[in-house]
């Protein structure tokens, strides 16, 4: 039996997801636009998420993991290939700049399979299911990243799921992309739903879906050991994971502080951070939140489904990771340029008019997420597991209970400092909800 994992490319090429200027002219009719591939590549396509991806998949042993990259390779004398070009336009021409793959591929270490395809399907002249017959009838894992996630990716999951039907499938989100983001992630839950496609948030998931849960997210190492430096004010204990997120995510830093932001009980570290370049220069303040890899890879993912539609009201991911099985996201608000806002929860425990409160509450629930309520529809959900209220909460709500009472919470009614009494919270959490 066969236990190598197989990662598969989709047309991660020139003309399909080479970054661009934010003006700069679509190079075909195929290239994802500037906004998906600034997603998918990262700004700095080197260190972006495909670049990282790649590099991991490289260090893998070639008996643990099988790369194969689909390119579109094109020849324009070809008669069989004219009307595919007269359709989409010129692209990807064999031997071409934009044929080129868009990542850089340290082949001296380890292969990689190539398969050049002309069509819409990858199995139509191209040796891919010859490639693939000894896996047959065998649960190998199949991890596939690339462009289209509406066309190739979903035609190559079809094809796969109809003709190897014991192959586990799996997609991340984070790796894929298309002309629109509204059709890349609606197909994800398509070939989630349809094809049983298992589909992943996190890098880190995706990584440790392919080869098991004790491998190594990627990240690369640090340009500088001893930049940034990293001060944080504040409660919160940061773990050696956590720091390396943090300087991951501030690489181009010779220093950042971090005021702990609180509130909640989810046990996610959230900072706000104030951030001087390697040259100097003063950066924009950002947020960071850090988590389990898996809450913040959807956290992430339903940023990225939201920004279209709230605009600036939407945070906006300056860049994100992956590592120790914590996951960090770095976003900003239009509104921090000038420095931190502060949060609704401070504002109302020092006495926020009610006056003030009703219009504040109203600018978010009406005239900033009525965009999205106006496109509602039912759906059947367990909410207290959506909105991640689960019995494992239960001794960090316990030690905030403690904090403000001063004494061991035990009891099932607590009498509060100021004379009320309140249940006890932990409670719920540690004994109601399990039930």
């Known amino acids: 039996m066969n236990h190598q994992a197989l990662l598969i490319t989709q047309c991660l090429q020139n003309d399909f997801v080479k970054l661009l200027g934010p003006h700069q002219p679509l190079p075909n009719q195929l290239h994802v636009g500037h906004d998906e591939s600034l997603r998918l590549m990262g700004e700095n396509p080197t260190e972006g998420p495909v670049a990282m991806m790649m590099r991991w998949a490289y260090q893998q042993p070639e ?5 194969i990259h689909i390119r579109d390779w094109h020849n324009p004398s070809d008669p069989f290939q004219e009307e595919h070009l007269r359709q989409f336009g010129s692209h990807c021409v064999s031997g071409s700049d934009g044929a080129a793959f868009a990542f850089a591929a340290d082949e001296s270490q380890r292969g990689a399979q190539k398969i050049n395809a002309s069509g819409l399907s990858d199995f139509v002249g191209t040796g891919l299911s010859e490639l693939l017959i000894p896996y047959a009838g065998q649960p190998v894992r199949v991890g596939l990243m690339g462009v289209w996630t509406e066309a190739k990716i979903s035609f190559l999951a079809y094809d796969l799921r109809t ?3 014991q192959m586990e499938i799996g997609v991340c989100s984070a790796l894929t992309a298309s002309s629109s983001r509204a059709h890349h992630f609606w197909s994800l839950q398509q070939m989630q739903r349809l094809l049983g496609v298992r589909l992943f948030s996190s890098i880190g998931e995706f990584t440790q879906f392919l080869l098991g849960s004790d491998v190594e997210t990627p990240l690369p190492a640090p ?3 001893d930049k940034p430096v990293v001060e944080i004010a504040g409660p919160a204990a940061a773990s050696p994971a956590d ?3 943090i300087k991951h995510l501030f690489r ?3 220093q950042v502080s971090l005021k702990t932001l609180d509130g909640g009980f989810s046990g996610n570290l959230v900072f706000g951070s104030e951030s001087i ?3 100097g220069h003063k950066q924009t303040h950002h947020v960071v939140k850090i988590g389990p890899q898996g809450a913040i890879g959807k956290e992430r993912a339903a940023f990225e489904q939201v920004e279209d539609v709230l605009g600036n009201s939407a945070p906006q991911i300056s860049d994100f990771a992956d590592f120790g099985g914590r996951g960090a996201l770095k976003y900003r608000y239009a509104a921090m340029g000038g420095g931190f806002s502060t949060t609704f929860q401070k504002l109302y425990s020092a006495g926020l008019s009610t ?3 009703e219009r504040m509450l109203t600018t978010v629930f009406s005239e900033q997420l009525g965009r999205l309520y106006a496109a ?3 759906e059947r959900a367990n909410l207290l597991s959506y909105y991640w209220f689960s019995p494992e909460r239960g001794d960090n709500v316990r030690r905030h209970a403690e904090a403000i009472l001063g004494k061991p919470a035990r009891e099932s009614i607590l009498r509060l400092p100021s004379g009320q009494t309140f249940p006890n919270p932990a409670h719920f959490y540690t004994r109601e909800l399990p039930e």
């Open 376 to 378: 509602a529809s039912p």
């Open 63 to 67: 008996e643990q993991l099988r790369i």
């Open 163 to 165: 003709r190897f039907p």
């Open 355 to 357: 006056e003030k409160i």
């Open 252 to 254: 181009d830093c010779q």
């Open 277 to 279: 370049d390697l040259h």
């Open 243 to 245: 720091l390396r997120l």
């Open 223 to 225: 340009r500088h050991d």
